[in-house]
């Protein structure tokens, strides 16, 4: 894995709807994905993960609008350019083919009226038209068959495949044409334990031959710490802390990550008891001043009801956390 | 296949049922049409020649129900539909095969014109929503809300009289005969145009809203989402994705609004006496003409029927969903 950066997100504003009442779902968020890394996004539900990964593809459904920041793409070949400045005709080339999205439904992801072997093609007639009818079938095949699906459901329609694999179709679309970053929105999340394993384990399988970058948002922390090489916790729009996998597991210096990390089981280990975290997520209309986490903070003090605590290395290593218990040493970004 | 074949049983049951009332209705109605014939002739007619009204019209008395409703059946598979006592001693079938092509083309056309435009403003309305489409909608509820008769006589008010282009009745102009030739062709147009327009004005909206909806609910699936983010072209989200599935309910409807187009505007054709089927039926009824009657409502019967089966398969070919596999 290098550390070359594939995409830089920048102080990145997204809110729902206009003027005062506007809700500031993700909050100048820095976020930096490297080439052939598997970065995790978790948080509680409106913690503003989804919010981020349709933000950072443009894919916000009105009322959302992207309200500042900058999302850098670093391509294979050539300049980087910022992904929210791109024209139409630019961000339709640039969607899937350097960035795709496994989404949430996994159910619903697929249209019910056509069949797989459209949906397949169609993101290849649209940005591969110079390929021949037989060669975008062919692709389309060698897809399924990258993700075990055989390639005889090609005309097969969406209800006539189980839910599992729905998801690795849309995973091996995702894949058809290439992309350098795939971010997976709570991908297996409607699937049953066993099957989420199987697919993420391919996925990574995949990741190592095909050295593609993800993105795997989810709110499963155990997932992320199995799966991921670095993780972000985000709470109330912001990111509160970001390091390698194993540092969360074995040491996370948010008290907010702490709490995610005691509300599951682990396998291996003494037991103990499950805490979870107190209180409710906040309200993004009225958040809580100064660190938007203090109001449920077991170790809050007095600084924090008052002031926002930035993101920051607390030591020389290359983490970074947003609490006022791990003052500044030397801001990110 | 075996699912169409279902279907087309059921509906050949369907159209026993209701050919089978068609013939116990009439007979159920107090008063009978020798009775109202009588009537009509003044007296004037021998017994002889009520007794062989009476056979004629079916109504033998030395007749068991039974035996009628095979001679029914059998006429009904020749083609006779008895006679019209309006149109003495035309057959009710000659009637209906002279008025149906009028209906059939007036409001045939227009339900499809109608059907056509209004769902495409609807597309454009729901995918566009928030733009100046979004200002079609009061109007075209305020249209729907309109009874087209209502609109029909408004129309013969404001654009009809002596100095118009527009006739306010019938479906050609006095003096010509029926013909494929050129005095006639301009002027069955010409006479079309009134009534067609009102059932366009009146029937389109309804097309628009309910595509329109159809059009912001598909909106909204996380497919049309993925089509976004697939990099395909707006062009083709909107009609590929949002417009081919938000489709289904109106083609049904329109399948549904086929089978109306023979008893479904009655009123327009009374407001504007076009020659055809509805107004017929309207003439009927006021001349108690059962044989005529019972023909109008074979013919409706039968082509609701039709238009059911039609948006049965349409259904089967558009949506995968409700094709049943092996």
């Given at each position: 894995?290098?550390s070359?950066?594939?995409l830089?997100?920048?102080n990145?504003n997204?809110?729902?709807?206009?003027?005062d009442?506007?809700?500031?779902?993700?909050?100048?968020?820095?976020?930096?994905?490297?080439?052939?890394?598997?970065?995790?996004?978790?948080?509680e539900?409106g913690?503003?993960?989804s919010?981020?990964a349709?933000?950072?593809?443009?894919?916000?459904?009105?009322p959302?609008?992207?309200?500042?920041?900058?999302?850098i793409?670093?391509?294979?070949?050539?300049?980087a350019?910022?992904?929210?400045?791109l024209?139409?005709?630019?961000?339709?080339?640039?969607?899937?083919?350097?960035?795709a999205i496994?989404?949430?439904?996994a159910m619903?992801s697929?249209?019910?009226v056509h069949?797989?072997?459209?949906?397949?093609?169609?993101v290849?007639?649209a940005?591969?038209?110079?390929?021949?009818?037989a060669?975008?079938?062919?692709?389309?095949?060698?897809?399924?068959?990258l993700?075990?699906?055989?390639?005889d459901?090609?005309?097969a329609?969406?209800?006539?495949?189980?839910?599992?694999?729905?998801q690795?179709?849309?995973?091996?679309?995702?894949?058809?044409?290439?992309p350098?970053?795939?971010?997976?929105?709570?991908?297996?999340t409607?699937l049953?334990?066993?099957?989420?394993?199987q697919?993420?384990?391919?996925?990574?399988?995949?990741?190592?031959?095909?050295?593609f970058?993800?993105i795997?948002?989810?709110?499963?922390?155990?997932?992320?710490?199995?799966?991921?090489?670095?993780i972000?916790?985000?709470?109330g729009?912001?990111?509160?802390?970001?390091?390698?996998?194993?540092?969360?597991?074995k040491?996370s210096?948010h008290?907010?990550?702490?709490?995610?990390l005691?509300s599951?089981?682990?396998?291996?280990?003494?037991?103990?008891?499950?805490?979870?975290i107190?209180?409710?997520?906040?309200?993004?209309?009225?958040?809580p001043?100064?660190?938007?986490?203090?109001?449920r903070?077991?170790k809050a003090f007095?600084?924090?009801s008052?002031?926002?605590?930035?993101l920051?290395?607390?030591?020389?290593?290359?983490?970074?956390?947003?609490?006022w218990l791990?003052?500044?040493k030397?801001p990110v970004? | 296949?075996?699912?169409?074949l279902q279907?087309?049983?059921f509906y050949?049951?369907?159209?026993?049922a209701a050919?089978?009332?068609?013939?116990?209705?009439?007979?159920m109605?107090?008063g009978?049409?020798?009775q109202?014939?009588?009537t009509?002739?003044?007296?004037?007619?021998?017994?002889k020649?009520?007794?062989?009204?009476?056979?004629?019209?079916?109504l033998?008395?030395?007749k068991?129900?039974?035996q009628e409703?095979?001679d029914?059946?059998?006429?009904?598979?020749?083609?006779?539909?008895?006679?019209s006592?309006?149109?003495?001693?035309?057959p009710?079938s000659e009637i209906?095969s002279?008025s149906?092509?009028?209906?059939?083309?007036l409001v045939?056309?227009?339900?499809?014109i109608?059907f056509?435009?209004?769902t495409?403003?609807?597309v454009?309305?729901?995918?566009r929503?928030?733009?100046?489409?979004?200002g079609?909608?009061?109007?075209?509820?305020?249209?729907?809300s309109?009874?087209?008769?209502?609109?029909?006589?408004?129309?013969?008010?404001?654009l009809?009289?002596?100095?118009s282009f527009?006739?306010?009745?019938?479906?050609?102009?006095?003096?010509?005969?029926?013909a494929?030739d050129?005095?006639?062709?301009?002027?069955a147009?010409?006479?079309?145009?009134?009534?067609?327009?009102t059932?366009?004005?009146?029937?389109?909206?309804?097309w628009i809203?309910s595509?329109?909806?159809?059009?912001?609910?598909?909106?909204s699936?996380?497919?049309i989402?993925?089509?976004?983010?697939k990099?395909?072209?707006?062009?083709?989200?909107?009609?590929?994705y949002?417009?081919?599935n938000?489709l289904?309910?109106n083609?049904?409807?329109?399948?549904?609004?086929?089978g109306?187009i023979?008893?479904?505007?009655?009123?327009?054709?009374?407001v504007f006496s076009?020659?055809?089927?509805?107004?017929?039926?309207?003439?009927a009824l006021?001349?108690?003409d059962?044989?005529?009657m019972q023909?109008?409502f074979?013919?409706?019967t039968?082509?609701v029927?039709?238009?059911?089966?039609i948006?049965?398969?349409?259904?089967l070919?558009?949506d995968?969903?409700?094709?049943?596999?092996?």
């Open positions: 894995m290098s070359t950066p594939v830089e997100i920048r990145l997204v809110e729902y709807g206009l003027g009442q506007a809700v500031r779902a993700v909050r100048d968020v820095n976020l930096t994905l490297h080439r052939g890394e598997v970065l995790g996004l978790a948080g539900s913690s503003g993960k919010t981020l349709y933000g950072m593809t443009r894919l916000l459904a009105p959302g609008v992207i309200t500042g920041g900058e999302v793409y670093h391509p294979e070949k050539g300049e350019y910022d992904v929210l400045g024209s139409d005709r630019h961000l339709q080339a640039f969607r899937w083919a350097e960035t496994v989404f949430q439904g619903n697929l249209n019910p069949k797989i072997s459209t949906q397949l093609t169609d290849l007639r940005h591969r038209p110079e390929m021949s009818e060669a975008r079938n062919a692709r389309a095949r060698e897809m399924l068959k993700v075990g699906i055989a390639a459901r090609m005309e329609y969406p209800h006539q495949l189980s839910g599992g694999m729905r690795r179709v849309m995973i091996g679309m995702a894949l058809i044409l290439q350098q970053v795939v971010i997976m929105d709570e991908p297996t409607a049953d334990v066993v099957m989420q394993r697919i993420l384990g391919q996925l990574i399988e995949l990741r190592e031959r095909l050295g970058s993800v795997f948002i989810t709110h499963d922390l155990s997932l992320l710490v199995e799966f991921s090489n670095r972000a916790i985000m709470y729009g912001r990111i509160v802390e970001e390091a390698a996998a194993a540092a969360i597991y040491d210096l008290p907010y990550s702490q709490g995610l005691g599951f089981p682990s396998l291996r280990g003494p037991r103990r008891e499950l805490t979870g107190p209180g409710t997520p906040p309200d993004l209309k009225g958040m001043s100064g660190c938007s986490f203090h109001p903070c077991p007095e600084p924090c008052t002031n926002i605590p930035v920051a290395r607390p030591d020389d290593s290359p983490r970074s956390v947003a609490c791990h003052p500044v030397e970004g | 296949m075996k699912y169409f279907r087309v049983a050949l049951f369907t159209a026993w050919i089978t009332l068609n013939f116990f209705i009439p007979r109605v107090p009978d049409p020798v109202a014939l009588i009509k002739f003044q007296g004037q007619l021998s017994s020649a009520i007794e062989s009204l009476y056979v004629l019209f079916g033998d008395k030395d068991s129900v039974w409703y095979l029914y059946w059998n006429q009904l598979f020749h083609g006779d539909l008895g006679l006592f309006t149109f003495f001693p035309t009710v209906i002279s149906l092509p009028w209906t059939l083309t045939g056309i227009t339900t499809v109608s056509f435009l209004g495409g403003l609807g454009l309305a729901g995918w929503r928030g733009s100046w489409a979004d079609l909608l009061p109007v075209t509820t305020f249209l729907s309109v009874p087209y008769f209502w609109l029909g006589i408004i129309a013969i008010y404001l009809t009289g002596p100095d527009f006739p306010s009745s019938g479906g050609f102009g006095s003096g010509l005969v029926p494929w050129q005095y006639f062709i301009p002027s147009i010409q006479h079309s145009l009134l009534p067609a327009l059932i366009l004005i009146s029937s389109v909206s309804g809203l595509m329109r909806n159809m059009m912001v609910t598909v909106s699936e996380d497919y989402t993925v089509a976004h983010a990099g395909l072209s707006d062009r083709r989200v909107a009609l590929s949002a417009a081919r938000a289904l309910p083609v049904s409807g329109f399948a549904l609004s086929l109306f023979v008893g479904g505007t009655l009123l327009v054709e009374i076009y020659p055809g089927v509805g107004f017929q039926l309207f003439q006021g001349a108690q059962y044989p005529l023909g109008i074979l013919i409706i039968i082509s029927l039709v238009a059911n089966l948006a049965d398969v349409a259904y070919l558009l995968p969903r409700t094709r049943k596999e092996g």
